[in-house]
């Protein structure tokens, strides 16, 4: 709500003299009423003191009026003599609230500026608007932690951030039997940590443009689907949960947006949490879901696997079927956890993937800056 300012601001002793003049009263007479020196009064009138909560509530008990309203004279008095030289308050206000201003200037993605206005144009060109007044937009599809929140500046920023670096590489058109043959030639992968090297050259050979980007804190993004110029497919990925069943479940949940086309439509498709089960998400997620799921481990072995051994899943036997069907115990732990809500259950086997993978990939983050 706005606060209506006068068009003129009077200091608050000509309203006292007024009502001196108006009970014909004297300044020693006021100062004897308030018990109070007369040159506090005469200083008071002569705009050379401030009223103080002590002084307005003498008068409030003199002149029949309210403490509240010489404090407030004496406020809009003192406000209206402060003048700011530029509204650059205003804006710097406006870029923090709608940007992560910080940590985007940390992260060199836009260059700071003591130049108000070049540093707007800046986040204008990063964002792609032609000015701030307007809404940044891109279409995703994303694996979120809230399926049903809008996108965050965070989350919007790291987006144009994947953006901007998928834009610069340069990789065959895109083939959905490209991408098919690729996934199939990624699940041979899943045995070892370190085979994820091979992941960015496969993807690439079949047009789709894959960018690794650190998260930003808060920002609660696996990774994201969007398209470029509509023939463009993008998978950007935030490595968050550093784990190899993790890795593999978001990146094939990623490409069957992918090959689904999720994320062409303005506005996209903003994802549940990883491996959610939650009845009401869409039946895009509900697929994406479960191709990450039977990639990592084949549902009808899995259930054949769970049917036959629960309820003892000793580490032997989880390894041992592992093994027989040609993946990283990771995996098998991944889904056996979630399986029986028991998140600690061998978690040794989830090992880390990111250093296997950053080296050959296109990185920002993790000590490294894209150029």
């Not at 086309?261 to 996209?268: R, V």
């Not at 592992?322 to 809500?341: E, F, N, S």
Request: aromatic share 8%.
């Amino acid at each position: 709500m706005s606060v209506r300012v006068p068009a003129e601001v009077f200091p608050p002793g000509d309203f006292l003299r007024e009502e001196l003049e108006a009970r014909e009263w004297t300044q020693q007479e006021l100062a004897d009423i308030l018990d109070r020196p007369p040159r506090l009064v005469s200083e008071i009138i002569g705009g050379r003191r401030a009223i103080t909560p002590e002084t307005a509530r003498g008068l409030a008990e003199a002149l029949g009026t309210s403490a509240e309203f010489w404090m407030n004279l004496e406020s809009q008095y003192q406000l209206s003599k402060v003048k700011l030289p530029n509204d650059n308050v205003a804006r710097k206000a406006r870029l923090y609230s709608n940007f992560p201003v910080r940590e985007m200037l940390r992260r060199g993605w836009v260059t700071a500026s003591d130049n108000l206005d070049l540093l707007e144009r800046r986040f204008c060109d990063f964002f792609r608007m032609s000015s701030l007044d307007e809404a940044p937009q891109l279409s995703h599809a994303a694996k979120k932690t809230d399926a049903t929140s809008a996108v965050s500046p965070l989350q919007l920023a790291w987006l144009f951030r994947v953006k901007a670096m998928a834009s610069k590489q340069i990789v065959p058109s895109y083939s959905r039997n490209k991408l098919l043959a690729a996934i199939e030639e990624l699940q041979r992968l899943t045995s070892a940590p370190e085979e994820a090297r091979h992941v960015p050259r496969i993807l690439a050979d079949a047009g789709v443009r894959l960018v690794f980007v650190e998260p930003i804190a808060g920002s609660k993004l696996d990774g994201a689907c969007f398209w470029l110029d509509e023939d463009k497919p993008v998978v950007g990925m935030t490595l968050r949960f550093d784990r190899i069943d993790n890795f593999w479940f978001v990146l094939r949940h990623e490409l069957e947006h992918v090959l689904r086309e999720d994320g062409k439509e303005s506005g996209g498709i903003v994802d549940s949490d990883v491996g959610e089960t939650n009845a009401d998400l869409p039946e895009c997620e509900v697929l994406a879901n479960k191709a990450g799921a039977s990639f990592c481990v084949p549902a009808s072995q899995f259930e054949n696997f769970v049917a036959r051994v629960q309820p003892y899943f000793s580490e032997q036997k989880v390894l041992l079927f592992a093994q027989r069907i040609g993946v990283h115990p990771g995996l098998v732990v991944g889904q056996l956890q979630r399986k029986l809500g028991r998140h600690d259950f061998l978690r040794k086997y989830q090992v880390k993937i990111r250093a296997c993978v950053l080296p050959s990939a296109d990185v920002d983050g993790w000590g490294t800056v894209a150029e």
